[in-house]
């Protein structure tokens, strides 16, 4: 079972250390791959270079760890499309979808000001973006599933897990349980495990500090047997399609 993360974030976007010092930490916790998964948008002109860098860093770690390029992209609109250039996909290895917000027809609920919203609008609006997100070719990874909706109280009695887990066995993507969003309890992950879903667990790290501190929640869950994915083979199915 390979000790990996596959989702942490560098000064390139809203981290505070550099790629090589997140890799580097990466090394010292013992982990046989990390990738690095930085914030983009739509308008991020710096993602060539930024995925330039990281080739040349997997050539300078080679032999100590597995290095994989990544971004992650908020979900904009009910159609699941996310916050990224297409241009983009050729350049990582890994896409991570992410809900930041939840977007209904003319934008997105807020917390604040659509507290009066009922609950069951915006569950139905979050799965019909989710499961059109699933459909969405640039996607590779679900990043922290239901971390939006725990922000506006939903329970997870008003989730329709099974129909969930259904759309994403079907969609060959992968599952990310996130540490700091995600706890082995959650029903989604439970049965996503039970039905063969191709799991990772990633600690979502802005700093080096971060990742050590929630390296003791990766390395328990994977040593559960949580880490559930071939990601080599991912990565190389993946670019041979497109």
Do not use: C
Not at 38 to 61: C, G, I, M, N
Request: no cysteine; hydrophobic share 40%.
């Amino acid at each position: 079972m390979m000790l990996m993360d596959l989702h942490t974030h560098s000064n390139f976007s809203d981290g505070k250390n550099t790629p090589e010092e997140m890799i580097q930490t990466a090394v010292e916790l013992g982990y046989e791959a990390v990738a690095i998964t930085d914030h983009v948008w739509r308008t991020s002109a710096w993602v060539p270079d930024y995925a330039e860098h990281l080739e040349q860093l997997k050539a300078k770690f080679r032999g100590l760890i597995q290095v994989y390029s990544g971004i992650e992209a908020k979900v904009l609109t009910l159609d699941g499309d996310i916050d990224a250039d297409a241009s983009f996909r050729p350049l990582v290895d890994l896409v991570l979808g992410s809900f930041h917000r939840i977007p209904k027809p003319n934008g997105f609920y807020s917390k604040t000001s659509d507290a009066h919203i009922p609950r069951t609008e915006i569950v139905e609006h979050w799965l019909v973006s989710f499961r059109r997100m699933l459909d969405n070719p640039l996607v590779d990874i679900i990043a922290h599933p239901l971390s939006e909706l725990k922000g506006f109280g939903i329970q997870k009695d008003q989730i329709p897990t099974k129909e969930l887990v259904d759309h994403i066995a079907a969609s060959g993507k992968i599952l990310e349980i996130n540490v700091r969003y995600n706890s082995v309890d959650e029903p989604i992950i439970q049965m996503a495990a039970e039905q063969g879903v191709p799991l990772i667990v990633s600690s979502d790290s802005h700093s080096a500090i971060d990742m050590v501190n929630n390296s003791v929640l990766v390395k328990d869950l994977s040593n559960r047997g949580f880490q559930r994915v071939d990601i080599e083979r991912y990565i190389r199915n993946r670019k041979h399609r497109f």
